[in-house]
């Protein structure tokens, strides 16, 4: 499998839709690529608050056609990152989309764990609920976003729903990269799955991002990782590589905690 992570700069200056004509360019050159990730909230920038409420969109909004064009174009599967997303009947929501190669939503995933502790992103977006995973030939992607990445029982479900891809779309600040490093190769590593994690360069409101995109496969061997700037990592990897670690190294096998208590007879 061909990944490619488009680490994207979202700088002040530039419009939102000049960054989204110019992250579908992006996408389509990304052309014989099996996944594509873009990061969070990168039509806004993950720090903007200011702008969640002026940019929000409906699902299927202008960020949604821009990207399900750029994946059908492309012949992609495409990880679009996440939007500040307008629901009708509610709050706002961080939302990642994913498209089939034909341009059709194969899945939206609204963030559950908010960051902010009472400020930001926390109060000004509801929680999602739901744990979604997708399945593409070859391997079935469970879908994160940025926090949720502290919460390891998050992965443990997907695992349990069958991911074997676990993917992180993130705005991850500078000040905590150790953080991101640790943690992507930490849930790799545990729950014995690849993890390919997308963030973002440049500046979100005056808030530096961490940026160095990273893939780790099951054994948590980094494969690839990005540097600072706007990039594109492009990675090749096999997916039935989760199946061999599993199979060599049981340890899922092992767990006792958090399942079902037994059955008494």
């Not at 849930?187 to 893939?215: D, K, L, M, W």
């Not at 990039?231 to 990897?237: A, I, Q, Y």
């Amino acid at each position: 499998m061909r990944a490619s992570v488009i680490q994207i700069a979202v700088d002040e200056g530039e419009s939102v839709e000049s960054r989204r004509r110019r992250v579908a360019s992006l996408v389509r050159e990304q052309a014989g690529a099996d996944l594509v990730v873009l990061p969070e909230l990168w039509t806004t920038g993950a720090f903007a608050y200011e702008e969640f409420g002026r940019e929000a969109e409906p699902l299927e909004g202008p960020t949604y056609e821009a990207m399900a064009k750029a994946a059908s174009d492309a012949g992609v599967w495409l990880h679009a990152g996440s939007i500040p997303e307008r629901d009708p009947d509610g709050p706002l929501y961080n939302t990642s989309l994913v498209f089939s190669p034909s341009g059709d939503l194969a899945a939206a995933y609204r963030k559950i764990h908010r960051f902010g502790f009472d400020k930001g992103e926390a109060v000004l977006m509801g929680a999602g609920a739901e744990l979604v995973t997708v399945r593409l030939p070859g391997t079935v992607l469970g879908l994160s976003t940025c926090y949720d990445l502290r919460f390891p029982e998050l992965f443990r479900g997907l695992v349990d729903a069958g991911a074997e891809t676990l993917v992180v779309s993130a705005g991850w600040p500078e000040r905590r990269r150790s953080h991101w490093t640790l943690l992507a190769q930490a849930r790799a590593v545990e729950n014995q799955a690849f993890v390919v994690a997308c963030g973002t360069a440049g500046t979100h409101a005056g808030v530096p991002q961490a940026g160095h995109s990273i893939v780790v496969d099951p054994w948590g061997e980094v494969l690839a990782r990005a540097g600072a700037d706007e990039e594109v990592l492009t990675v090749e990897f096999d997916p039935g590589k989760v199946a061999t670690t599993r199979e060599q190294f049981p340890a899922l096998k092992d767990r006792l905690l958090g399942l079902e208590p037994p059955r008494r007879p």
